[in-house]
């Protein structure tokens, strides 16, 4: 189960599949696709989060030496 | 004048002689012994060891044949240390200068001429006159709006392209290009060499900034180190004044001196008091740009990166909290819901068994009316015939044929002798 586009637009997908959760309109068949669906995304952003923030970390020194440059 | 007319008491002279008489007569009233002050324009000036300058009455037309010239000069012993004078006020004698010579006459005979031993200058006199010149030119260039002409150039925020006025082998440009090469920023320096002192330092002045500015500077800088006026001069002439003025490119000055700002200084869209004022000063600039641009940015993107990411992580945990609640709230709901119609379901069952059980009682009560049993044991029979059906009718059997008889207790079997219609 892919997720493709930017992260907006997985995080809108996200959300909407949560207030489906939270106005009841969730049947019993379509939760567990739902949850599925919910799950695939969370491990895809969590994985976009880790890789961008690896390479933060790679460029964070550098930015660092110029803001801290006398 | 016929030659009767000789006075036998006058005798005639011969030229030497006349010169001597002269010569006496002039050192008498006017010689080393009498020396007087004599104002004049310089018309012309020639030096070579000596000083020779022509003075005329001031004011006097050129084109006026006969206006009068005296022909001063002044011997290399004494003009050497008055040049050194004027040299330090910055006062050049040119032709126009109006200036008091302190001399004698004297007389030169090989060329008939009357010449002015010159031993003294009034310097004060001519620093008057160079201070009223010099007020003069700041006057005028006021007037024309040049004073203020390149203070409204827009300096770029960033003046990394210097363009430099100077002489490379002076401590002036040191200082000044020490400053920039030694601030770390990538300062590119491109360097207009000229005088900075003499005759010929307004001119190749002006053309270096006149150069400078074709050349696409950032700013440019026109530096000096530290000396006398006259030192200094050729930042108070008019054609470098104009020159700054006119350029379209913000020219910085770096002139060290103690007394007045030079017309330059005044003329600049900035000035310091030295070169390493002025280099102090330029990378100020660039380290400000730099402080607001680079470096408070690259604080900002650091704290906002991390800002982000820690919003994103939040996030994303949040969404993950959020399912797992709504996904387990959704399951209790619906166990709930099952729970319910299951006891719905349940006490439906019950009810319909106990009404089944009830109709099935009264059922069996009311079939118990119809027991045969009881109605054998009041003495009613079931009499089946010989091909085992119940015999309800006469038609059903015949005579001679055999019928079992069924009583309460047991049964028998009979022959039918006769049928007897009711």
Redesign the interface.
């Known amino acids: 189960m892919s997720v493709t586009g930017d992260w907006n637009e997985a995080a809108n997908e996200l959300n909407a599949i949560v207030a489906s959760f939270d106005e009841g309109e969730v049947s019993v068949d379509d939760l567990f696709t739902k949850l599925e669906r919910a799950t695939a995304i969370i491990e895809a952003l969590e994985a976009r989060l880790e890789t961008t923030k690896a390479r933060v970390e790679e460029l964070a020194p550098r930015i660092a030496r110029v803001a801290e440059d006398e | 004048m016929a030659p009767d007319d000789v006075s036998a008491t006058e005798p005639i002279l011969e030229v030497g002689e006349f010169y001597d008489l002269l010569t006496a007569q002039l050192e008498s009233a006017y010689g080393r012994r009498h020396p007087r002050w004599v104002r004049g324009e310089v018309s012309k000036v020639y030096e070579k060891s000596h000083l020779y300058v022509d003075l005329v009455d001031a004011g006097s037309s050129a084109s006026d044949a006969k206006r009068p010239v005296l022909n001063a000069h002044c011997w290399a012993s004494q003009w050497n240390p008055l040049k050194r004078r004027l040299a330090a006020d910055g006062i050049t004698l040119a032709p126009g200068t109006v200036v008091n010579f302190f001399g004698y006459v004297d007389l030169y005979a090989p060329q008939g001429r009357i010449g002015f031993t010159v031993t003294e200058i009034d310097v004060a006199g001519l620093l008057g006159d160079v201070a009223r010149r010099r007020q003069e030119l700041i006057a005028r260039l006021a007037h024309e709006g040049l004073l203020e002409a390149n203070k409204r150039v827009a300096v770029s925020a960033v003046p990394l392209r210097v363009g430099l006025v100077a002489s490379p082998q002076t401590e002036g440009y040191s200082d000044f290009t020490g400053q920039l090469l030694g601030s770390g920023f990538g300062f590119e320096i491109v360097l207009v060499a000229t005088a900075v002192q003499g005759e010929a330092a307004p001119a190749q002045i002006v053309r270096a900034i006149q150069d400078l500015d074709r050349h696409g500077v950032d700013i440019i800088c026109v530096v000096r180190g530290g000396g006398s006026k006259g030192d200094l001069a050729a930042f108070d002439d008019e054609g470098v004044a104009r020159a700054i003025a006119a350029s379209s490119t913000a020219v910085f000055t770096g002139i060290g001196h103690t007394g007045d700002e030079s017309v330059a200084d005044l003329v600049a869209h900035t000035r310091a008091i030295t070169p390493t004022k002025l280099g102090e000063e330029i990378v100020s600039l660039v380290t400000a740009w730099y402080e607001v641009n680079?470096?408070l940015v690259?604080?900002r993107?650091?704290a906002s990166?991390?800002a982000l990411?820690d919003e994103?992580?939040e996030?994303?945990a949040e969404?993950?909290r959020?399912?797992i609640f709504?996904?387990r709230?959704?399951?209790r709901?619906?166990q709930r819901q099952l729970g319910a119609v299951r006891q719905r379901l349940w006490l439906q069952a019950r009810h319909t068994l106990d009404s089944a059980t009830r109709t099935l009682a009264g059922t069996r009560q009311l079939l118990g009316a119809y027991d045969p049993s009881r109605r054998l044991a009041q003495g009613w029979s079931i009499v089946t015939g010989p091909d085992g059906r119940v015999v309800s009718l006469l038609a059903q059997v015949h005579a001679g044929e055999r019928v079992n008889v069924r009583v309460s207790d047991g049964s028998f079997d009979s022959t039918i002798d006769e049928r007897n219609g009711a």
Request: aromatic share 4%; no cysteine; charged share 35%.
């Open positions: 680079v470096r690259a604080k993107l650091l990166s991390e990411l994103a992580s996030y994303v969404r993950r959020t399912m709504a996904v709230d959704r399951l709901a619906e």
